[in-house]
Structure formats: C-alpha cells, structure tokens
Antibody
Framework: EVQLVQSGAEVKKPGESLRISCKGS????????ISWVRQMPGKGLEWMGR????????NYSPSFQGHVTISADKSISTAYLQWSSLKASDTAMYYC???????????WGQGTLVTVSS | QAVVTQEPSLTVSPGGTVTLTCGSS?????????PYWFQQKPGQAPRTLIY???NKHSWTPARFSGSLLGGKAALTLSGAQPEDEAEYYC??????????FGGGTKLTVL
C-alpha cells in the first residue's frame, strides 16, 4: 500500500525552530515529487512548495519562499518541512502529498498540526 | 500570484445536480491549467477527485465529472448523496510549476 506518514503534532513557542517529516512507503520514493500544503485553522488549502527526492530540487510558492525550507533524505524515504524561527501565524495543519503527475496528488499524508503559542 | 475564485458555498438537494466553478484572475481557465478538484471532509485530509480537467481518480464516484465551462473549470455533481457534503477545492497550475488553490466551496446536501 502506498502511504505517506507524517510526524506527530507539535507545540512550539515563537522564535523556536521546527522540522516536521513525511515518510513514504510502498513505492519508489525517488520517482515522485512531494508537495507540502498548509491549512490554517478554519481556512483553505495553500500550496507551499515541492521537492524532487531524487536530487532534492525544490520550487516554492512566492508566498512561502524564504519562510520555510523543504528537504528530503532519499536514503530513508522522508521529506521534511522546516522553519528556523516560528511565528504564531505558522499555526496550521500541514499536509504532504505525492505528486503522481503534474499536481495530481495521491496519497496525502494524514497531516501534522503545528501550534505556535507563547 | 494569480487568484483562483470559487463559490464560497452552495446547497444541493439529495439526488439533485450542482455545478461548482473555478475561475482565474489571469483570464479564462483552459486545459493548460490542468484543473484539479479535491474533496475535504471535516477532520480529514483532502483527496483528489479530478485531475487534468476531467480525469477521475480510481475512487471517484461516477456522479462527479469535471469540465471547462464558460472560461472556468467546473465540477458537476449529478445525483447528490448525503456523503458528498464537504468542502471542495480546485487547483490551477500556472507557469513555473506554481499551482494555486481556490478558496474552496462548502457544499451542503439538504
């Protein structure tokens, strides 16, 4: 079964750093891009950026460029989303998703809830 | 960055038909935007319904269909079921491989 399993919920303080993960299984991890999508509380979906795990090439939405870093470790079939200095406005659910072709996403991870509060 | 627009909310009667639309601030939506449609139910991750304008995922019920209509992407639900009550998001792909989601349509089956 093809799966993306994300790391668990996080509670952080403003200014702290964080890295969340997305582990793929059941398929060749380096054959498909992984995208990250944000969903703020009660709001819609926002595409953040994506990575090609075969060579770690990335591209970002202009809205997120410079605010987050997407990386991957193909040896353990895991993609990452990280922040160097969190803000309260980073509080959201974050989903990873495998791109089958174009932006046809399947599957999606179960989501990681990040809460940033002092 | 382009803005993608959807109806904030729609209501359909059980067994009825409803069309959700997806427009772009840059002009007409074409097949070159490869329109995608996603369904999200409360507390769940989204899942893909339609890709590349009109192609269905393996699990997509036959009552859902995608098309281009009047310069917009459209998702038509024919024969609505109570389990179709959900939030629906479209996604359009723009040059530079930077897709943009619409704001979502909350569909009520009532």
């Amino acid at each position: 079964e093809v799966q993306l399993v994300q790391s668990g919920a996080e509670v952080k303080k403003p200014g702290e750093s964080l890295r969340i993960s997305c582990k793929g299984s059941g398929y060749s991890f380096t054959s498909y891009w992984i995208s990250w999508v944000r969903q703020m509380p009660g709001k819609g979906l926002e595409w953040m950026g994506r990575i090609d795990p075969s060579d770690s090439y990335t591209n970002y939405s202009p809205s997120f460029q410079g605010h987050v870093t997407i990386s991957a470790d193909k040896s353990i079939s895991t993609a990452y989303l990280q922040w160097s200095s969190l803000k309260a406005s980073d509080t959201a659910m974050y989903y990873c998703a495998r791109q089958i072709r174009g932006f046809w996403f399947d599957p999606w991870g179960q989501g990681t809830l990040v809460t940033v509060s002092s | 960055q382009a803005v993608v627009t959807q109806e904030p909310s729609l209501t359909v009667s059980p067994g009825g038909t409803v069309t959700l639309t997806c427009g772009s601030s840059t002009g007409a939506v074409t097949s070159g935007h490869y329109p995608y449609w996603f369904q999200q139910k409360p507390g769940q991750a989204p899942r893909t319904l339609i890709y590349d304008t009109s192609n269905k995922h393996s699990w997509t019920p036959a009552r859902f269909s995608g098309s281009l209509l009047g310069g917009k992407a459209a998702l038509t639900l024919s024969g609505a079921q109570p389990e179709d009550e959900a939030e629906y998001y479209c996604l359009l792909s723009y040059s530079g491989a930077r897709p943009v989601f619409g704001g979502g349509t909350k569909l009520t089956v009532l």
